[in-house]
């Protein structure tokens, strides 16, 4: 489904009926990151899982920063006359997620984060044992690792959904869905938007 708010048009998968349950996923993600989860949950929660810009459908390809993902669940909300909802995210969807608890508090019913950092939270870089892993360095330099990795998106993306980071098989649809939704500049330049967003959305979590 394609939701249109004031600012992008969000490619959003859709199912279920309840209680509205907005998923963030995180990178090399995208909304199918949450499908077997959306699956156990469709029962009893209405789940609404969008895309990033710039990834699937979503656009424009810019706007990465948390508050700018912020801005854009709460467009997501008010497109579907949604009043509030629980928010759930992994991996880089975790600070705009938090901003938005922080931000709109009486919009998010509960959160839950997992496997992410939020940027400018007291402690967080003490979880990186003093140095974030190489990839943060790579990805957040300017206009670099997309040239770099562009015709060889596979084989650097497997690195991350089946290499030695990986804690589970994922299974060849989800590595194939991953793959095919980052190929191209523009695509893997918005997909490294939240590495290069790290600083400004530090600022925005320690301000509010």
Not at 70 to 78: F, K
Not at 163 to 189: K, M, T, W
Not at 194 to 208: I, L, P
Request: hydrophobic share 45%; no cysteine; proline share 6%.
């Amino acid at each position: 489904m394609l939701i249109t708010t004031t600012e992008a048009r969000l490619d959003v998968s859709t199912g279920g009926e309840g209680p509205p349950v907005v998923m963030l996923h995180g990178w090399p993600h995208t909304s199918f990151v949450w499908h077997e989860v959306a699956s156990r949950i469709q029962g009893d929660f209405t789940v609404l899982a969008p895309n990033a810009r710039g990834i699937g459908a979503s656009r424009p390809f810019d706007g990465h920063d948390a508050t700018t993902r912020v801005r854009d669940l709460v467009g997501l909300l008010d497109a579907l006359e949604i009043r509030h909802a629980s928010l759930v995210a992994i991996d880089a969807g975790v600070t705009p997620a938090v901003l938005a608890a922080l931000l709109h508090p009486g919009r998010i019913d509960q959160l839950i984060v997992m496997e992410g950092l939020v940027a400018g939270a007291p402690g967080e870089g003490g979880l990186l044992d003093g140095a974030p892993p190489w990839w943060f360095g790579f990805h957040a330099a300017p206009d670099l690792a997309e040239h770099i990795v562009v015709g060889q998106e596979r084989t650097y993306l497997e690195y991350f959904l089946r290499g030695p980071s990986a804690r589970h098989d994922i299974g060849q649809d989800a590595v194939d869905e991953f793959v095919e939704a980052y190929r191209g500049v523009e695509a893997l330049r918005a997909g490294f938007g939240s590495y290069r967003a790290a600083a400004q959305d530090a600022e925005a979590v320690r301000y509010e």
